[in-house]
């Protein structure tokens, strides 16, 4: 475990955190007024490897050989010159620090971090760490890498969980929930909707799915994978005779059968690792890898019933059932559209001309609703 100091001063800035893997929706902006939850667990932080904020430049004005070197192989709107490696936290989590209110951005609802940090630490005055918690934006402190250190907590470190370990302990995220909003005259209110979790998951799968298929058509299981997937894959990728088949695998599942070209397997919260089949598990040892949020991949291969209370036997004919189905969202699965190319575009797949005209149609899938 490890603690954050002050760059300055050297005052402990969090409480003892255990590193993990930065969500596939750490970044994500979800629709407009809506009040997102926390975005980290409580005891965790995880490291965004990329740089964020300003200054940014335009595409424009990068030279390609730059933007190869940092992974990126399409154009994009624009890239941060922002220094890498910030450090996402609960806000619960952070110790010793106060809001510079100046500091506020162009939020409307809250404060979004757009006018650089807005948390300084309470012992020296160094500004150290932004707090997010406008609407549509995951609420988080991110620490600037420039002004705080790690610093390793007494004790032995854990190893990291095996995968059988882990189906021990961690749960399914549901894919439906609750998605609070805020400005409504009655005060906060809430619908269903798919879960923004599943929606930034599906959009970095489905980038990688379409680069698996190697511009060929895609079959997925039925059910929900194929609710997920299906619409966009058949809308994207040509029909033809000549299909690949995309299966679920990973901890607790039976192996795939001959002819699974693509498996979509959990990565590892803790390590980031992506399950692999054995070596010797024939042809699918060869089969392309398309990573899911443990969560995700869970309730995709265990889903879970609704069962609100124990039961046993059938109900009477002359009693009215009142444990209704948990509600569903009222449109169909639409991935998150900021995700998939933010994916895509750190791909070198993206540089075949048919995957390019994709991504290039970006927008107008959009407005087809396929994201």
Known sequence: MFVFVCAGCGAEL????????????????????????????????????????????????????????????????????????????????????????????????GIDGADGPNMACEACGLPVASRIDDCSLWQAVWLAPDSVHRLPVDGAQSAPLSWAELMAVEKGTPPFEPIATWGSRQGSGHFWSWSPQWEAAAGRALAHLLAASQGRPVTVPDGLTGEVFRRALDALLPAGP??????????????????????????????????????SAGPTAAAHLVPLPVGVWLWLAFPEPHLPVPASGTMPYDVLRDDPPAPRAHRMFR???EVFQHTLVRLPAVRTPWLRAILEKHTQYMRMGLF
């Open 14 to 109: 969090t409480a003892p955190l255990s590193q993990v893997v930065l969500p596939a929706h750490a970044r994500q902006q979800y629709g407009n007024g809506i009040q997102l939850p926390v975005l980290m667990a409580p005891g965790a932080f995880a490291v965004d490897p990329e740089p964020w904020g300003p200054p940014w430049r335009r595409w424009d004005e990068i030279d390609p050989d730059e933007a190869a070197a940092r992974g990126i192989h399409a154009p994009v709107r624009t890239l941060s010159d922002g220094v890498p490696g910030a450090i996402v936290v609960a806000p619960g989590d952070t110790r010793g620090t106060r809001l510079l209110p100046e500091k506020r951005g162009g939020a409307c609802c």
């Open 242 to 279: 000549s299909m690949r088949r995309a299966v679920l695998a990973g901890p607790g599942l039976p192996a795939p059968g001959d002819g699974a070209d693509i498996l979509l397997v959990p990565s590892h919260p803790q390590t980031g690792g992506v399950w692999a089949p054995a070596e």
């Open 335 to 337: 991935a998150d559209p």
